[in-house]
């Protein structure tokens, strides 16, 4: 009976990893996208998904059958084939084919979120241990450890660096990642739909209290930023 | 010089202390070793120390992170537990516990009396040991260990930012063990190079000792780049350089290139051998032989190759130039096809055979269901929009813990219960070492799955507390490491009480057909001092 119990116990065990992978990707990727960067992104990602499973499924299929047809039995001769070269150029070839196909539109997806297009507002973003500092160049608005307020349904440019260590800008629904290094400035830009309040945090290692650098972004309608913009020029 | 002494005429023979010289006890015997097996075997103990420590540094992390806003660990102390954890599973378990196997075997298996600088082999491994304890000091030390990740980006690495000596410590660990690999590298190469036994032609040798060569290769091209990044960072901390202090005109980025020229090359150097130690396993076990052996070779010299081109894609978010982004993304897409090939190559290995479910095969079956998650975690990784996404959250935990540990530690879990009769001359405790595998194969899923997750949905790495959202999974994962705990507890008595009180083996307790017999199978378990009391010749 050591043979049943073997297969159950694979069956089990595959079958639990393979249900735990789709339905926890599925649910992972219910955070919602609001800018269209973030909407690009999730694209890719499933047709990422999709060609990779299919790969995926095969070689644990095939792992699973042979674990359960061919486990040794008395009387059954194992096969004598140890080379098919056929078989070897078709699976070179077509996972080949299949990464040529997915850097497409992958490329694509990087070239649109590289590209900084024409922007309505710049934000300077300054990194600091451990928090972050906001500025609104040609407005003189300039302040720390609050978070920044930017209008929905506008491009809005961000210019990031850092006063001490590297650090990482993230806002997961944003789809936005970008390094502020000492030294160096880094551009990246995202348009958020809808009003809200998003969170994030630092994202690279940055010393003590790298789990403490969250970022807050309120994101308002055009008409209410024009209001807080004055109120902030007035306190500044 | 008597026939069968020599490996071919003019080949060096290894310089092998005098037999007069006979050390006083088993301890000096042990200390003063030139014999690759019994460094081998102090390579592994030593691994396993490390290991260990590297585990319980886990398991104290995973307390920590088993609620949100819990004070377990200080954030100091998180930080110092966090880069060492990484830095001992990756330098002083992982690359030396293969170095250990690969030291242990490759002369056995090709045939070779011991390896060709026996004394550089000892002075390897000597090396290795003080470093580990070197940078564990550091605990000790005012400011603590070394708190940058394994890492370790400047400006955070820089006397302004870590002004503690640990940080020191760490890079003169760091040191010690690059300069351990170096020579180990040479070692190898020259071995495998000069001292086969006649007939043993290179597309003779066993995949094993093909992926000890090439990775080998690997570790000479790439560790010197390592060294000279550390020695470039200590002079910045000491002397008031500026390589990578942007104020007096250098760049952090830098660090960054240098760095990750070695270390990604260094996942290949964790993962190789364990590739090698499955096509080792898988066909005996199957009762085949190895599938497309030139195709095997082929892929893994791929792998050597390409896994040098695609260092940026560690950088997809620094800011670095849109075309080395393609490029690096491109390559990282490649890389997963040679490694495909291996895994194709090792499902027909298995496909048609009568398969026996000994503890190594299972480990070797493992190896192929999780590695290939961590492949295909790798695949989505090389896209850079996908990358952005979740660079430098527990998606990237996630996906490197499939791959070293769904694939290294599997690979070497295979190798130690594999050779564990030959090096000890006993057989472990069969069914423990079941129970081992499942603990451990459950245990791995419920710990890292978890994270892709929370990944996903961007919770970074390295941070001592998380956000409330996050706290399912979390929870998840420490349940599961506490699982994989107690399988390496029970790992560890198995083999402790194995080693007293185990079945003899015999010389070949595997029973492995006529063509799957490679010759460390054909001499006693343990092999006799020179291995061989004649040097085969294979036909």
Same mark, same amino acid.
């Given at each position: ?42 694209? /890719? ?18 792992? /699973? ?148 650098? /969250? ?22 | ?23 006083? $006890? ?73 170095? =250990? ?82 020579? =180990? ?59 990578? #202090? ?67 894609? #560690? ?16 390559? $990282? ?74 694939? $290294? ?14 090096? $000890? ?10 129970? #081992? ?47 994989? =705990? ?54």
């Amino acid at each position: 009976m050591k043979t049943l119990r073997h297969r159950l116990a694979w069956v089990l065990g595959i079958l639990l990893a393979l249900g735990t992978v789709l339905a926890g990707t599925a649910h992972a990727w219910l955070t919602n996208p609001v800018t269209p960067v973030a909407h690009e992104v999730r694209e /890719l990602f499933w047709l990422a998904f999709g060609v990779t499973m299919f790969f995926f499924v095969l070689a644990e299929m095939i792992l /699973l059958i042979a674990i359960i047809k061919f486990r040794a039995r008395p009387g059954v001769a194992p096969a004598t084939f140890h080379d098919n070269v056929k078989l070897e150029i078709v699976w070179t070839a077509i996972p080949t084919l299949a990464m040529v196909f997915l850097s497409g539109p992958s490329f694509q997806t990087l070239q649109y979120l590289e590209t900084v297009p024409k922007s309505d507002l710049t934000v300077e973003i300054i990194g600091h241990q451990w928090f972050w500092e906001y500025r609104y160049p040609g407005h003189g608005v300039v302040f720390a450890n609050e978070p920044l307020v930017i209008p929905s349904g506008k491009i809005v440019a961000a210019d990031l660096t850092s006063i001490d260590v590297v650090h990482s800008w993230f806002v997961p629904e944003f789809g936005v990642k970008m390094d502020a290094n000492p030294g160096r400035v880094n551009h990246t830009w995202f348009e958020v739909e809808r009003p809200g309040t998003y969170g994030g945090q630092c994202a690279e290692l940055c010393g003590v209290l790298h789990g403490d650098m /969250l970022i807050t972004v309120n994101v308002v309608s055009p008409e209410e930023f024009e209001r807080w913009l004055a109120e902030k020029k007035k306190g500044a | 010089m008597e026939a069968g002494t020599l490996t071919r005429p003019g080949a060096p023979t290894p310089a092998h202390a005098p037999a007069a010289a006979k050390p006083k $006890s088993v301890l000096l015997d042990w200390l003063l070793t030139t014999d690759h097996k019994k460094i081998g075997v102090m390579y592994v103990w030593m691994s396993f120390f490390f290991f260990a420590l590297g585990g319980i540094f886990a398991l104290l992390m995973r307390t920590q992170l088993a609620a949100p806003g819990l004070h377990v660990l200080r954030p100091d102390v998180y930080n110092q537990i966090m880069s060492l954890h990484g830095t001992f599973m990756i330098f002083f378990w992982t690359i030396p516990v293969l170095a =250990g196997l690969g030291n242990y075997v490759v002369p056995l298996q090709i045939g070779a009396r011991d390896m060709a600088f026996p004394r550089v082999n000892a002075f390897s491994f000597w090396l290795l040991l003080p470093a580990g304890f070197l940078m564990l000091a550091g605990m000790w030390m005012q400011g603590g260990a070394a708190a940058g990740g394994w890492t370790s980006y400047p400006p955070l690495s820089d006397r302004q930012y870590s002004p503690g000596p640990g940080m020191d410590l760490w890079i003169l660990g760091l040191h010690l063990a690059g300069m351990s690999s170096i020579l =180990g590298a040479i070692n190898f190469v020259v071995t495998v190079h000069n001292l086969r036994a006649p007939g043993m032609s290179f597309l003779k040798m066993p995949l094993f000792t093909w992926n000890v060569v090439i990775t080998q290769y690997i570790i000479l091209f790439g560790t010197p780049v390592l060294a000279g990044a550390l020695t470039m960072l200590l002079t910045d901390r000491m002397f008031g350089t500026a390589f990578f #202090h942007p104020a007096a005109g250098g760049d952090p980025v830098l660090w960054q290139h240098l760095f990750w020229f070695y270390s990604h090359p260094a996942v290949y150097i964790m993962v190789l051998p364990a590739m090698g130690v499955i096509s080792q396993v898988l066909p005996p076990f199957a009762s085949k032989r190895p599938f497309g052996y030139k195709g095997m070779v082929l892929a893994t010299l791929g792998i050597g190759v390409i896994g040098f081109l695609v260092w940026g894609h #560690h950088m997809f978010a620094s800011g670095i130039d849109p075309t080395l982004r393609r490029f690096f993304s491109f390559m $990282s897409m490649v890389i997963a096809v040679p490694t495909g090939i291996k895994i194709w190559s090792w499902l027909a290995t298995v496909w048609g055979g009568s398969i026996r479910f000994r503890t190594p095969m299972l480990y070797g079956l493992g190896f192929i269901s999780l590695f290939t998650i961590g492949g295909i975690t790798g695949v989505w990784l090389a896209l850079v929009p996908f990358d952005v996404q979740v660079h430098d959250t527990y998606f990237v935990v996630a996906h490197l813990h499939y791959v070293l540990f769904g694939g $290294s530690l599997m690979g070497i879990f295979a190798g130690v219960y594999y050779w564990f009769p030959k090096m $000890s001359g006993r057989m472990y405790h069969e069914v423990w070492g079941k129970v #081992h595998f499942w603990l451990t194969f459950i245990g791995m899923n419920l710990t890292f799955m978890p994270m892709h997750l929370v990944g996903m949905r961007g919770m970074p790495r390295r941070i001592y507390t998380y956000q409330a959202q996050y706290t399912l999974e979390n929870q998840i994962a420490t349940v599961g490491a506490f699982v994989l =705990g107690v399988g390496m507890l029970i790992f560890m008595i198995n083999m402790l009480a194995s080693l007293r009180w185990g079945k003899k083996a015999s010389d070949d307790p595997w029973d492995h057909a006529e063509f799957n017999k490679t010759l460390e199978w054909t001499v006693s378990s343990p092999p006799p001092n020179e291995n061989f009391h004649k040097i085969p010749v294979i036909r």
